[in-house]
Every structure is written in structure tokens, then in C-alpha cells.
């Protein structure tokens, strides 16, 4: 007998003796939102929620050129398609970099990538790989702004369960990289961004 | 001192380590409950509904695995099942054969701590990392997490840096940033040069066959951005029935084990990366372990499986508290450990465990604390009766023998004679009693005087009185 056929009888022969069987519970997905988070909800609300995971949000493109500026930022990742878009937010003798070399992980300070959406209940950013040609420019350089559009916007993590996208591969970022391990003192930046930043565009 | 085995840890912890334990749990405690109860307007309503989704799924786990399968194929993944922890490891093994990886990174898995994967794959020559920080550093030592969620509460920072220190990664230096950004220049060589990554899986939604992973660290992400093959560990117990199961037990999850609305990375995979991406695994291998999760469905502890391993109730646990994770002698401590650890310890192991149902007060906090709204007193209590039942003796360690008890108990005549003879109990220096666990009790406390008999002179007179 396979190890399939083993667990399925085994499963089988426990499950037919349950006196009663639980039923499945209908509830409204309303009893799971955070009222007191979602506030007034829309951008502000996501705001809210994305600055208390210490997320950088950027209003402008100003903020995004003062940002890249403290952090003296110099080599960036960036998709073609999305590069005219930012070029004219960036501080003067940035180097965008269409491809992530992966032998050179270290010299990228930034990576720009296309965010599918937000939601405002958790202040957390949506990616899918269709959007984010290689995972590792969303990841491995310290810091990672997200464009989102101004339209995408969720309200809560059941609207985007319910509109999760066909994508093999959807990720839910809530703010920079972060750890507790060690003495439960909180450091960011542990293998992913040290800054989540997002740019309404 | 008492001849219970956790009791036994607990007086050997160093002082540095039960105050580390202590601060740790309970302050995920004190998170837990602001977040909680601030977000949610019936927190309490949600845990019962999220119990009853899982017992559901237990209840029907024949067919939500066969639909998860069928959902995780039509995917593109390749799904396989270990019936113990051998073939675990070996399919494991046979999977990194077959696409020629040498170089392994891993995520956190429980499920690969139960069945000895490290192990097994290190001593076939693997380069294997453990990519989590806690998890990394707990490699390093060759020790064993001690918290479901954190595996190193039982450690401080100069111990940390005088394990990196020993092996290579920089001068001694106890500052929690440095310690984090050394392991963070260590890690990225090797997910970039790891063939193939190991991960767990939180849920799996038997709807769209989709994996959910979450992690503070982004670890996990980077193993799936840097490797061609991703395996994923999956316990056959961690289905829910639909996508929107998943918001419901996504909520409660992070809100449970670390306070957050929701941890930092949630990943949702439903099979292997697009053609055109550039990164992540060409090949989604799920294996289903069974590792005897079916004897515990056959069991009368069968609520156990629906823990989603939050590390709420050893946060809470005085018990625990006191004796941090490795008192419990398995993979899984504190309260979920007390029920879950004996069972899958099996038929041959659960006597050598059966002295961790009684390591609880049956206070009721665990169950309180509850995501799932798993009845931890209750299993205990099922457990005690089958470790006596069985006559295992770790089971009755400090147990009282109860037969006298039981023999008097049983005679109305004998039973009164002894109320009043009893009297003579408050003539006896009962603080030198010499024998057992009776002795080890009354050693530092004091009994009130007996009383035996009064309540039925009481009644009594009263019976008299009223005629």
C-alpha cells in the first residue's frame, strides 16, 4: 500500500466513527474586520495603519527624492516600464538598473517595483510576481518603494482574500523586514527591506 | 523537591533563563490581549468560529485533502505523502536527488523539527540552513527551539554572540543589530546558492489548493526568490475549507502569536513561478505528513489538530513560564506540547511523556487564549486517565495511591468512623511526615485544624430540632 493509500484509510476509518460531525459555520466576513483600524478608511486610513508598522509613506515625488536622498541611495532596481515614471522623482546621478544581477545583490541601495494593491485595515502593500518581474529586487536592496495606484485600494484583508489574484505567486507586505528573535528587542532590515516605503501614483 | 520530571527542569533553569522566559510569554500575553480585543469587536465570538471551521475540516479531513490535492495538481504542483518520519526525510531526500540540489535553505517548519529532517539530510551531506534567525542560531548549537513562534526565548544576547563568534561570523559583539545584520551578509550567499528551499505552510486552502506562509523576517520570500526547486512540509491537518477561511484564521493568527493584525510577509502560492518571472522555484513539491496525526484524529484528543501553532497558551501558562520549552522533552511545549507531544509520541512513546498532562493547574487560561478554542484542560484531563489506565508510571509519579481512599469512601459506616477518628489527625505533627509526595506538600505549608464530622452532627440536630 502506498503512503497515500495508508493516510486516506486511516483518515477514513477515524472520520467514520465521529458521533457528530461539525458542521460547516456560515459567517459574515464583516465579524472579522477591525473596525477600529479601518477608521474612516480610504488612503488616510491605510496611511494610518501603514505608518504604525513603521511603513514610509511617500504623498509626493518630492518625498520619494527627499528619501532616496537621506539614505544616500545611488544604484536602484526598476523595470523598464516603469522607469519614466519615476526618473523625474529621483535625486540627480541615480542609476536605474532594469535587470537584478544577482552577483552583484549588494550594490543595488533601492528597488522600485509595481505594487497590485493596498489594503487600509492593515497598511499592508499587495505584490504578485506578474508585476514584479524578479522577486529579488522587491527584497534584497534595503529599500523598497512600492508604486500603487490610486484606485487599487482594499478596504480589508476579507475584500482581499475574496479578491485575490490568479497569480501563482500574491504577497502581502506589512511593513520593513523585521525580527524579535533576540531578547525580544525589535530590529528591521532582517533578510528583507530595513525601509518598506509606497508612492501613491 | 518534587519527583515530577518538569518540575526537575524547572529548578535547574539558571536565573538569567526563567527571567527570559518569563519576560518573553508574558508580554506576547499582554500584546495578544491588547490587540486582540481592540481590533476585534467579539474576539471571543471569532475563536469559537474559527474552532468550529477547523473541527469541520477534521471531521471531514478525508475528503478536503482529496480536494486540496486535486486543487494543488490542477495547480501545477506535485503532491506527495510520508506516513511517518522516515519517509518524510527520505522523500525529501529523493526530491533534492532528483534535481541534483546539494544546497538546501529552509524556513521554519515544526513539522521538519517532528520528524528529524536536519539531521537526516546533514548526515547525507547536505548543506542545509536554517534561514529564520532564532532557528539559524539554534543550528549553530546544535539546540532545539523552545517556543513555537520563539524558538529562542530561552537564550540571552551574549550567549548569541558567543555562538557566532565561535563560528566565524565576526569578533564577539552582543548588540541585537549587529547580530541581525551579520546573519542577514551570511544568509544571502546562501540563497542565492541554495538549488532548493524547505518551508512549512501555515493553512492550505483546499478551494484553490493555495499555501500560506507567513514570517516577520521575509526569510521564507528570500529562499523562494533564490532557489529553483521549492518543498514544502505540510502536516495533513492544516487545511481549511475556502479562500475566505483564510482572512477568518489570518486574523486571528498574528493577532494570537506576536500581537501583529497580521505578520510582516504573508505569501500566497498556488504552485511554481510563472514562465516569464525571473525569479522563484520552477517545481512546487507539497508533501502531506501523516507522522501519526491519524492515531490522534483516532483519538478522544482529536481537538489538538486544530492548533494553528500561535504559541498562545505557553505564553500564557504559568507552567510553562516556569519551566520553559525543553521541560517538555519534545518538539511541541507548553500546554499544546502537554497533549500534543504524548500522542505523537505513540503507543511505544507515551508513557515515557505521560507525566506532561499533569504538568498543568488546569486553570483554564490556555483555552482562554485559545485562537481555535481548543479545550486544553479537557484533553489533559483525557490524557491523565488513559496514562493511568495504561499504568505507565511517569503517569503516577506524585500521584497519592487513591485505593485506601476509594475502599473507606465506599462505606457509609466506615466513612464516618474515620470523619471522627480523623480528629486525632490534629494531635499529629503532620510537617514530619516523612514519606513521599505527601511529605514533600506538607513540608511548607500548614493544614487548617480538622473539623471531620461536624456538618452531619449539624444536620442532625437540626432534624431534631425541627420535630
Given at each position: 500500500?502506498?503512503d497515500?493509500?495508508r493516510?486516506?484509510e486511516?483518515?477514513r476509518t477515524?472520520v467514520?466513527?465521529?458521533?457528530?460531525p461539525a458542521?460547516?459555520p456560515e459567517y459574515?466576513m464583516d465579524s472579522?474586520?477591525?473596525?477600529s483600524?479601518?477608521?474612516?478608511?480610504?488612503w488616510?486610513?491605510f496611511?494610518?495603519?501603514?505608518e504604525?508598522v513603521?511603513?514610509?509613506?511617500?504623498e509626493t515625488?518630492e518625498?520619494?527624492?527627499?528619501?532616496?536622498t537621506?539614505e544616500?541611495?545611488k544604484?536602484?532596481y526598476?523595470?523598464?516600464?516603469l522607469?519614466?515614471?519615476v526618473?523625474?522623482?529621483?535625486?540627480e546621478?541615480?542609476?536605474?538598473?532594469s535587470?537584478?544581477d544577482r552577483s552583484?545583490?549588494n550594490?543595488y541601495d533601492?528597488?522600485?517595483?509595481k505594487?497590485?494593491s493596498?489594503?487600509a485595515?492593515t497598511?499592508?502593500?499587495?505584490l504578485e510576481?506578474s508585476?514584479?518581474p524578479?522577486?529579488?529586487?522587491a527584497l534584497?536592496?534595503?529599500i523598497?518603494?512600492?508604486?500603487v495606484?490610486?484606485s487599487?485600494?482594499?478596504?480589508t484583508v476579507?475584500?482581499?482574500?475574496k479578491?485575490?489574484?490568479?497569480d501563482?505567486?500574491v504577497?502581502?507586505?506589512?511593513?520593513?523586514?523585521k525580527?524579535?528573535?533576540?531578547?525580544?528587542i525589535?530590529i528591521?532590515?532582517v533578510?528583507?527591506?530595513?525601509?518598506?516605503?509606497?508612492l501613491?501614483? | 523537591?518534587s519527583?515530577?520530571i518538569?518540575?526537575q527542569y524547572?529548578?535547574k533553569l539558571?536565573e538569567?533563563?526563567r527571567?527570559s522566559?518569563?519576560?518573553?510569554?508574558?508580554?506576547g500575553t499582554d500584546?495578544r490581549f491588547k490587540?486582540?480585543?481592540?481590533d476585534l469587536?467579539?474576539?471571543?465570538?471569532l475563536?469559537?468560529?474559527?474552532?468550529?471551521?477547523?473541527q469541520?475540516?477534521l471531521?471531514?479531513?478525508d475528503?478536503?485533502?482529496?480536494?486540496a490535492e486535486?486543487?494543488?495538481?490542477?495547480n501545477?504542483?506535485?503532491?506527495h505523502?510520508?506516513?511517518?518520519?522516515?519517509t518524510?526525510?527520505s522523500?525529501?531526500?529523493?526530491?533534492l536527488?532528483?534535481?541534483?540540489?546539494?544546497t538546501?535553505?529552509?524556513?521554519?517548519?515544526?513539522?521538519?523539527?517532528e520528524v528529524g529532517?536536519n539531521e537526516?539530510?546533514l548526515?547525507?551531506?547536505y548543506?542545509?540552513?536554517?534561514?529564520d534567525l532564532?532557528e539559524?542560531?539554534?543550528q549553530l548549537d546544535?539546540?532545539?527551539?523552545?517556543?513555537?513562534?520563539?524558538?529562542?526565548?530561552?537564550?540571552?544576547?551574549?550567549?548569541?554572540?558567543?555562538t557566532f563568534?565561535?563560528?566565524g561570523l565576526?569578533?564577539?559583539?552582543?548588540?541585537?543589530?549587529?547580530i541581525t545584520?551579520r546573519?542577514?551578509e551570511f544568509?544571502?550567499?546562501?540563497?542565492l546558492?541554495?538549488?532548493?528551499?524547505?518551508?512549512?505552510a501555515n493553512f492550505?486552502s483546499?478551494?484553490?489548493?493555495?499555501?500560506?506562509?507567513v514570517?516577520?523576517?521575509?526569510?521564507s520570500r528570500?529562499?523562494?526568490?533564490g532557489?529553483r526547486?521549492?518543498?514544502?512540509?505540510?502536516g495533513?491537518?492544516k487545511?481549511?475549507p475556502?479562500d475566505?477561511?483564510l482572512a477568518?484564521m489570518?486574523?486571528l493568527?498574528?493577532?494570537?502569536?506576536t500581537?501583529q493584525?497580521?505578520t510582516?510577509?504573508?505569501?500566497?502560492?498556488s504552485?511554481?513561478k510563472?514562465?516569464?518571472?525571473?525569479s522563484?522555484?520552477e517545481e512546487?513539491h507539497v508533501?502531506?505528513?501523516?507522522n501519526?496525526?491519524?492515531e490522534?484524529l483516532?483519538?478522544?484528543c482529536?481537538?489538538?489538530l486544530r492548533?494553528?501553532?500561535?504559541?498562545a497558551?505557553?505564553?500564557?501558562?504559568?507552567?510553562?513560564?516556569?519551566?520553559?520549552?525543553h521541560?517538555?522533552r519534545?518538539?511541541?511545549?507548553g500546554p499544546?506540547?502537554a497533549?500534543l507531544?504524548?500522542?505523537?509520541a505513540?503507543?511505544?512513546g507515551?508513557?515515557e511523556l505521560a507525566d506532561?498532562?499533569?504538568?498543568s493547574?488546569?486553570?483554564g487560561?490556555?483555552n482562554?487564549?485559545?485562537?481555535v478554542?481548543i479545550p486544553i484542560?479537557?484533553?489533559?484531563?483525557?490524557l491523565r486517565?488513559?496514562?493511568?489506565?495504561e499504568?505507565?508510571?511517569?503517569?503516577?509519579?506524585?500521584?497519592?495511591?487513591?485505593?485506601a481512599?476509594?475502599?473507606v469512601a465506599?462505606s457509609p459506616?466506615?466513612?464516618?468512623a474515620?470523619?471522627?477518628s480523623?480528629n486525632?489527625l490534629n494531635?499529629?505533627?503532620?510537617e514530619k511526615i516523612?514519606?513521599g509526595?505527601l511529605?514533600r506538600?506538607?513540608?511548607d505549608r500548614t493544614?487548617?485544624?480538622w473539623?471531620?464530622?461536624?456538618?452531619?452532627?449539624w444536620?442532625k440536630?437540626?432534624?431534631?430540632?425541627?420535630k
Amino acid at each position: 500500500m502506498s503512503d497515500r493509500e495508508r493516510i486516506f484509510e486511516a483518515i477514513r476509518t477515524a472520520v467514520a466513527k465521529t458521533e457528530n460531525p461539525a458542521p460547516l459555520p456560515e459567517y459574515s466576513m464583516d465579524s472579522t474586520v477591525s473596525i477600529s483600524r479601518l477608521g474612516a478608511g480610504g488612503w488616510s486610513g491605510f496611511q494610518k495603519n501603514f505608518e504604525a508598522v513603521n511603513g514610509d509613506f511617500l504623498e509626493t515625488g518630492e518625498d520619494l527624492k527627499a528619501l532616496l536622498t537621506k539614505e544616500k541611495a545611488k544604484v536602484g532596481y526598476c523595470p523598464e516600464n516603469l522607469q519614466d515614471l519615476v526618473r523625474p522623482h529621483l535625486p540627480e546621478g541615480i542609476e536605474l538598473r532594469s535587470n537584478f544581477d544577482r552577483s552583484k545583490i549588494n550594490e543595488y541601495d533601492f528597488g522600485i517595483t509595481k505594487a497590485t494593491s493596498a489594503i487600509a485595515e492593515t497598511g499592508t502593500l499587495i505584490l504578485e510576481d506578474s508585476k514584479t518581474p524578479d522577486r529579488l529586487g522587491a527584497l534584497a536592496p534595503w529599500i523598497h518603494i512600492a508604486l500603487v495606484d490610486k484606485s487599487s485600494l482594499l478596504d480589508t484583508v476579507a475584500t482581499a482574500i475574496k479578491s485575490l489574484p490568479k497569480d501563482p505567486n500574491v504577497i502581502w507586505v506589512t511593513g520593513p523586514s523585521k525580527t524579535a528573535d533576540v531578547e525580544g528587542i525589535l530590529i528591521e532590515g532582517v533578510h528583507g527591506p530595513g525601509i518598506q516605503a509606497c508612492l501613491l501614483v | 523537591m518534587s519527583s515530577q520530571i518538569i518540575d526537575q527542569y524547572a529548578n535547574k533553569l539558571g536565573e538569567d533563563v526563567r527571567t527570559s522566559v518569563h519576560t518573553g510569554s508574558a508580554s506576547g500575553t499582554d500584546k495578544r490581549f491588547k490587540v486582540l480585543f481592540d481590533d476585534l469587536p467579539d474576539a471571543n465570538g471569532l475563536r469559537t468560529t474559527a474552532g468550529n471551521v477547523k473541527q469541520h475540516t477534521l471531521d471531514h479531513l478525508d475528503k478536503y485533502l482529496e480536494q486540496a490535492e486535486r486543487a494543488l495538481i490542477s495547480n501545477g504542483a506535485k503532491v506527495h505523502y510520508a506516513w511517518d518520519s522516515e519517509t518524510t526525510c527520505s522523500q525529501v531526500e529523493n526530491i533534492l536527488k532528483q534535481a541534483s540540489a546539494r544546497t538546501v535553505t529552509k524556513s521554519k517548519s515544526m513539522v521538519s523539527e517532528e520528524v528529524g529532517l536536519n539531521e537526516s539530510l546533514l548526515k547525507k551531506g547536505y548543506d542545509l540552513v536554517e534561514t529564520d534567525l532564532g532557528e539559524f542560531i539554534l543550528q549553530l548549537d546544535g539546540d532545539h527551539p523552545s517556543h513555537v513562534v520563539k524558538p529562542i526565548i530561552h537564550k540571552n544576547r551574549a550567549e548569541i554572540a558567543r555562538t557566532f563568534e565561535k563560528h566565524g561570523l565576526g569578533e564577539y559583539n552582543d548588540e541585537p543589530e549587529i547580530i541581525t545584520r551579520r546573519a542577514r551578509e551570511f544568509m544571502r550567499a546562501k540563497y542565492l546558492a541554495a538549488e532548493a528551499t524547505i518551508t512549512g505552510a501555515n493553512f492550505i486552502s483546499a478551494e484553490s489548493g493555495r499555501l500560506c506562509i507567513v514570517t516577520n523576517e521575509g526569510n521564507s520570500r528570500f529562499g523562494l526568490a533564490g532557489a529553483r526547486i521549492q518543498i514544502a512540509l505540510v502536516g495533513i491537518e492544516k487545511i481549511v475549507p475556502r479562500d475566505a477561511d483564510l482572512a477568518l484564521m489570518l486574523n486571528l493568527l498574528g493577532r494570537s502569536a506576536t500581537g501583529q493584525a497580521l505578520t510582516v510577509y504573508t505569501e500566497f502560492i498556488s504552485g511554481p513561478k510563472p514562465v516569464d518571472s525571473v525569479s522563484g522555484p520552477e517545481e512546487l513539491h507539497v508533501i502531506f505528513v501523516n507522522n501519526r496525526r491519524t492515531e490522534v484524529l483516532d483519538s478522544n484528543c482529536r481537538e489538538i489538530l486544530r492548533c494553528i501553532r500561535c504559541g498562545a497558551c505557553m505564553n500564557v501558562c504559568p507552567v510553562y513560564r516556569q519551566a520553559s520549552g525543553h521541560a517538555y522533552r519534545s518538539v511541541y511545549p507548553g500546554p499544546l506540547g502537554a497533549v500534543l507531544s504524548p500522542l505523537l509520541a505513540g503507543a511505544e512513546g507515551f508513557s515515557e511523556l505521560a507525566d506532561l498532562p499533569k504538568a498543568s493547574s488546569l486553570c483554564g487560561a490556555c483555552n482562554e487564549v485559545c485562537p481555535v478554542d481548543i479545550p486544553i484542560p479537557d484533553l489533559l484531563l483525557r490524557l491523565r486517565d488513559k496514562g493511568k489506565r495504561e499504568k505507565s508510571s511517569n503517569a503516577a509519579t506524585d500521584s497519592p495511591p487513591m485505593g485506601a481512599w476509594s475502599w473507606v469512601a465506599k462505606s457509609p459506616s466506615l466513612w464516618r468512623a474515620s470523619l471522627r477518628s480523623a480528629n486525632m489527625l490534629n494531635l499529629l505533627p503532620y510537617e514530619k511526615i516523612p514519606f513521599g509526595p505527601l511529605g514533600r506538600w506538607t513540608k511548607d505549608r500548614t493544614l487548617p485544624p480538622w473539623r471531620g464530622g461536624k456538618f452531619r452532627a449539624w444536620v442532625k440536630n437540626r432534624e431534631k430540632e425541627a420535630k
